[in-house]
């Protein structure tokens, strides 16, 4: 049984060895359809417990938003096989949070709607969610968090020891209080700015917006009682980051047509 144990830690190390969309290094063990059920059960646990807003004109605008940036996801991105088909909630709380979830699972809380002031700030807030599910970051920090004898665990390969819902949720960048986000490390947080950047760019928002969202964020960060959208880095190196990127993203986004969705 260890051999079999050994044999398949060695096949998930060469099959988790990638690259993400930016082309850096990673290992990423656990195997997309478990990573997507935990998204799926997440997702669920946060409907059952969180009130889902009914106002119309917020369901269209996150809708509209998050449509524009999958689509364009296939442009960016054709070799990644990402879901096609993406579920959109908005949830009735002050926070001014997002959420990305593997197997197609976007959340956005009200309290966001009062800081991204326009579609393309919150498209900025929503392309840097969407960034950590396609570089994968969950599942790396997943692999990272509870090592090979956890992911073996996890996937059904040993049967000692135990994995907490814990573990599995700060994977996902969410705390046990659902909707809470977690910061993601430093490295995951400035990829999943670049990948947003480019990605809100292509689908026609501009990228120029996600520094001024940014800077919305800098004036309410000290009235509020979380972290926000997973702000491991300072604010300020946050917009450095994009700004150092903005040149690429500036002329995709002239080469493509204006997002057309409806402002507040």
């Not at 290992?27 to 946060?46: C, K």
């Not at 998050?66 to 009735?92: K, M, Q, R, T, Y």
């Not at 991204?116 to 840097?128: K, M, R, S």
Request: aromatic share 6%; proline share 6%; charged share 20%.
């Amino acid at each position: 049984m260890v051999r079999w144990i050994a044999i398949s830690a060695l096949s998930l190390l060469l099959a988790g060895c990638d690259e993400t969309p930016t082309g850096r290094s990673r290992i990423a063990w656990v195997p997309h359809g478990m990573m997507a059920e935990l998204g799926s059960d997440t997702f669920e646990q946060m409907r059952q417990f969180t009130p889902v807003t009914t106002d119309p004109a917020i369901k269209r605008l996150a809708e509209c938003v998050s449509a524009e940036l999958i689509s364009a996801l296939a442009d960016s991105w054709p070799e990644l096989g990402v879901p096609e088909h993406w579920n959109v909630v908005v949830f009735e709380d002050p926070v001014p949070n997002a959420f990305a979830l593997p197997g197609g699972r976007i959340g956005i809380n009200t309290g966001l709607l009062k800081v991204a002031e326009n579609p393309d700030q919150l498209a900025a807030v929503v392309g840097h969610e969407i960034g950590h599910v396609i570089a994968r970051h969950g599942n790396e920090r997943l692999t990272q968090q509870l090592g090979i004898q956890g992911v073996l665990m996890v996937i059904g390969l040993a049967s000692d020891g135990d994995v907490s819902n814990d573990a599995l949720m700060r994977a996902l960048g969410l705390g046990s209080q659902l909707g809470i986000t977690l910061p993601f490390s430093r490295a995951h947080e400035v990829e999943a700015d670049r990948i947003g950047l480019k990605l809100m760019a292509q689908a026609g928002f501009n990228p120029k917006q996600s520094v001024e969202l940014w800077r919305n964020m800098m004036e309410v960060a000290d009235d509020q009682p979380f972290e926000l959208l997973s702000t491991h880095p300072h604010h300020e190196s946050r917009i450095a980051v994009l700004q150092e990127y903005m040149p690429d993203a500036a002329a995709i986004f002239s080469s493509v047509p204006r997002a057309a969705c409806t402002p507040l």
